[in-house]
């Protein structure tokens, strides 16, 4: 059997919570990604040609998908191409070098085998032109089959994984596409499979049965697929159709699917009604529930999501932000997109200092939908900004368009990601001050409904960072931004959450809080709880403590516990100087530790409600909360 050692950071995880819900007292969440990142970094390199390369033109492409029982045993999805060809010189066909949505460079040609070419039956001549492009002698041939293996073995979301009876994959892992000619080009997708097996993709229905068909490449690699045996539910919501698909079979029923479509009938009318539109003909959520996934994990599409779950996440807070966070997208990012983004090139890495608008900003709406549907009341919101500032404390100082911009070579820092939260918080601040200069008669919904029309609608051009303040600065009545944006978007000032939370009615409480401390960073992987570094000079090192080393037992409390963390923190408060087992597995064996207890400082900021707020700051807090 094929296992992927791949490890990708989720795409996204609402740290604060993440931790309350797996390893509350030691985990650094930028941390784990940098460390669960950092042996996997591919070089970032640009295709090999060094003159422009062009294809001879090609028409009617048919792409041929086939996974079914046969193929499945070897986590093999079998790709055929038919196309015509219209021109002299030989056949340049690519595959993209990353998803988008996933920013970092994966080569998805590394999990192609048994590739050829033929005419008619006859063997054509190729070889490679770089690692993603194949070179075919069409030697005059009018119509050409390509046809390849592809090893759908990652468990990723931008990716392609297959079970016995079942695979999902993305467009951008399997179709080729002609070198250096316009990606606008039309094509259709027949999947075969086991006649009892579904086929589940945003693509439309191109007449015969399983058979799709999209109106340029783009459309065509943003619409991920599921075959084989799942679950798949529809509903209309806002007059469309809105499916979810889930594998495996059973594992989100009764209670659970209820609420996932409760959620969906709230948040969607709240999701159009920030961007005034309702972008998608059809949606579809995809959820993949595997156990040896750390957390959530999820992809954004124009029409669909694909996220990758821990079981334990069904019954948190955490599924329907993501599932918010992900669906929010198809409006900012897969629609209203820096113009660093249109198009999308896919043989290159495409770095925008946008991603803390693309990424932060879409998660701010997350928490704003939510909270306005009524998915969560005022607590949530509180509980989840709380734990974007505390993430964005433990991480070190970083510009906003700085963390966007590197995020392609994955910072060791532990800055990597932090546009998430960081970004998020920012959107929260400037939605405060639009409000508070325009008596909450605007707010951020109208600079995104602005640059939503103007950069997309009417021509899809990408927003400037000259479109994005003009119109920060419209809503605001005038109001310039130069200097928030240098301080906090291109500079590394700490953000003024003193002077400008209470103007909606929020405050930040500072407090120093002692607790207890062993001095190790742990994260939850496929095996348990991995001790990921141990603090020189702490306890644990004194005790032996070793990376690498697996926790099971702190106290008489197992790490497995869901609310580890409150019980570490409250029973061992006073504990100073206490020796406390700890039960550990090394390899094959299980040792027995003594760690003594440490108490440390730790400057707490807790955001809360405040009690003092004017009208005007009332308002404006119910216009961000309620809409
Ligand atoms: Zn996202």
Known sequence: MHTSQRSRPPRYIPAGLYLTLLQPHMLSFSRWVALATAPFVFPVTAAVAQTPVQSAPISGIRYEVTFDARTAPARTIHVGMTFDVGGPGPVLLSLPAWTPGAYEISNFARWVSAFSATSGGRSLTWDKLDYDTWRIRADG???????????????DNAIAWARGNFAFFNGTNIFLYPEGRPMDFTATVTVKTDPTWLVTTGMKPAGTPRTYTAASYHDLVDMPFFVGQYDVDSAQIANKTVRMASWPKGSLQGANRATFWD???????????????????????????????????????????????????VESILFPSITAHEMIHAWNVKRLRPADMVPYRYSQPQPTTWLWVSEGITDYWSDVVLSRSGVIDTTGFVILT?????????????????????????????????????????????????????????????????????????????????????????????KSFDDFNAKYVDGREPFPYASVLPLAGFRLKVDTIREPRLGVSSAPDSSGVRVADVQPGSPAEAAGLKPGDYLLQVG????????????FRSRYAKAEGTKLPVKIRRGEQTLDLQIAVKLAERMEQRLMLDPNASAKAVRIRNGILKG
């Not at 949606?283 to 156990?291: A, G, L, P, R, W």
């Not at 601040?429 to 008596?439: E, G």
């Open 141 to 155: 041939a009018k119509n050409v089959t390509v046809s390849f293996d592809y090893l759908a073995d990652s468990l």
């Open 263 to 313: 959620n969906q009938k709230k948040m969607i009318p709240a999701m159009g009604a920030v961007f005034n539109d309702i972008p998608w003909d059809n949606y579809t959520t995809f959820i993949v529930f595997d156990s040896t996934s750390g957390g959530g994990s999820a992809l954004e599409h124009q029409s669909s999501h694909l996220g990758i779950y821990t079981p334990l996440l």
């Open 386 to 478: 709380q734990g974007k500032i505390e993430e964005t404390n433990a991480t070190p100082p970083v510009a906003l368009e700085d963390a966007s911009l590197s995020t392609w070579i994955h910072p060791t820092d532990g800055t990597g990601y932090i546009y998430y939260q960081k970004g998020s918080l920012a959107g929260f601040l400037l939605d405060i001050l639009i409000r508070d200069a325009s008596d909450n008669k605007k707010g951020l919904d109208d600079v995104f409904r602005d640059l939503y029309q103007t950069t997309y609608k009417q021509k899809w051009t990408g927003f400037t960072g000259e479109q994005w303040w003009s119109a920060v600065r419209r809503a605001a009545g005038g």
């Open 556 to 567: 008489d409390i197992s790490v497995r516990d869901p609310s580890f963390g409150e019980q």
